[in-house]
């Protein structure tokens, strides 16, 4: 797959995505971003925007398996990894996979879960692989965490650790809509879930594909020193700090 075939699934992707979620398109791009240059999205903003929606529309039209976690103040990190149980027929213990075993996995409201079980995710986004009772396992590839978070409520949540929020190569903020598109969201919203309008458009191969021709793209040197230099430049602004 080149790039401008790789352009063109895109933009079926995200012309599905939006039969169901109603946002500008620039935010809805920049989500898909974070699903070609291999990285997780983070979603913060106030209840009702579409958190939820947009990560289950975009893993739909791309085909992924989709996954979803409630993160609460007594989730565990077995709730998240999975766990060995014993089965009564072979009389021996089999592991059961937790939810971080999809190509999506959707991490809602992840700041209600307390840091231990927060943690339990790091080794999954960094390598793509997860430890769990002293055997490590490989996730599926692709492998994307799509994670929420209310913007306003704090009562019972917890900060983010540093290295977590590292993890994240988008955090974005979808905002109300306009007076036009709340209007429109409460016209899609009679009748059938928006979520079950959208159709897979592409597939776990197309992705693979479309990522190994973004990857392909050459970035000229000016344009990395650039890059380095506006990365160094908040590393000194405290305003700027995670």
């Known amino acids: 797959m080149d790039v401008t075939t790789a352009s063109d ?18 935010f ?41 976690i409630q993160f609460t103040p007594d989730l565990l990190p077995a709730d998240v990894l999975g766990t060995h149980v014993f089965n009564e027929k072979s009389r021996e213990f089999e592991f059961q996979p937790g939810p971080v075993f999809a190509n999506v996995l959707l991490a809602d409201e992840i700041n209600r879960a307390p840091p231990k079980t927060q943690s339990a995710l790091l080794e999954a986004m960094e390598e793509a692989q997860v430890t769990a009772d002293g055997e490590t396992r490989q996730l599926p590839d692709p492998f994307v965490v799509v994670a929420t978070q209310n913007a306003v409520e704090r009562d019972r949540a917890y900060e983010l650790p540093v ?46 594909r ?13 344009l990395k020193e650039y890059v380095t230099e506006l990365a160094r430049y908040t590393r000194d602004r405290a305003a700027l700090g995670v």
């Open 9 to 26: 699934e895109c933009d079926a992707v995200l012309s599905e995505v939006e039969r169901a979620v109603v946002a500008d398109r620039e």
């Open 28 to 68: 809805l791009e920049t989500v898909l971003v974070g699903f070609l240059a291999d990285g997780h999205v983070l979603l913060e903003d106030v209840p009702g925007t579409g958190k939820t929606l947009t990560a289950r529309s975009v893993a739909t039209a791309l085909g992924l398996e989709f996954s979803r």
């Open 163 to 208: 290295a977590e929020l590292d993890r994240f190569m988008k955090k974005l903020q979808l905002g109300y809509p306009d007076r036009e598109r709340e209007v429109e969201v409460l016209d899609r919203a009679v009748g059938d879930h928006p979520i079950d309008d959208i159709e897979a458009v592409a597939s776990v191969e197309d992705l693979r």
């Open 210 to 222: 479309a990522r190994a021709a973004t990857a392909g793209v050459t970035v000229e040197r000016p």
